[in-house]
């Protein structure tokens, strides 16, 4: 995972869009940043281990280090 997240971090724009990223997430945050629609973003964001925080309402709060997480150990292509 370490060597994932130094190659996607050693793209100027990657690690400007990562930077930018408020700390807590929601919905919009997370479709912008993966670039899908929001039905395929809610469908991910529903899924087994991805992290996020019960707030108590229905709006989703990822905090950025827990999605940033999830993102490199899981958003790319495995031999």
Known sequence: ???IKAIICS???MAEKINTMPYNLHLE???DFLGFCESTT???TQQQGFP???T???KL???RPMFLTWYF???FYRN
């Open 11 to 13: 793209d100027s724009d």
């Open 29 to 31: 945050d997370i479709m």
């Open 52 to 54: 996020y925080i019960k």
């Open 42 to 44: 809610r469908k991910i």
């Open 61 to 63: 709060t990822v905090p």
């Open 1 to 3: 995972m370490d060597e």
């Open 73 to 75: 150990s899981n958003c």
């Open 56 to 58: 108590g309402i229905a």
